[in-house]
């Protein structure tokens, strides 16, 4: 086990509000990551991007870096101007 592995099952079972946040913030920040890697694929820059869905260049900053409040019509948006679609599954 690495030690950020121990690290994080430490912090949950000593930090109860850690460990009930700890999935959902990790989520979340999956999702920065992919759309951040989509962007950069596709050879956009953020204001490239931006000017695209008709946003601000911060719009875009916070979405890649902050996907934790992120509306599902602007996701729907940034993945299409990529040439892609969201698939959302419930398990």
């Given amino acids: 086990m690495s030690d950020l592995k121990k690290y994080i099952s430490k912090r ?9 946040n700890y999935d959902t913030g990790y989520q979340d920040f999956k999702v920065s990551v992919l759309l951040k890697k989509l962007r950069q694929q596709s050879g956009l820059s953020q204001e490239e991007l931006a000017s695209k869905l008709k ?23 940034y993945a299409k101007s ?7 599954e419930v398990v």
Avoid at 12 to 20: N, P
């Fill in 12 to 20: 949950k079972k000593d930090d109860q509000e850690f460990a009930e």
């Fill in 55 to 77: 946003i601000k260049k911060s719009v875009i900053s916070r979405i890649e870096n902050h996907a934790d409040d992120i509306r599902l019509s602007t996701l729907r948006r």
């Fill in 82 to 88: 990529l040439g892609k679609r969201i698939k959302i």
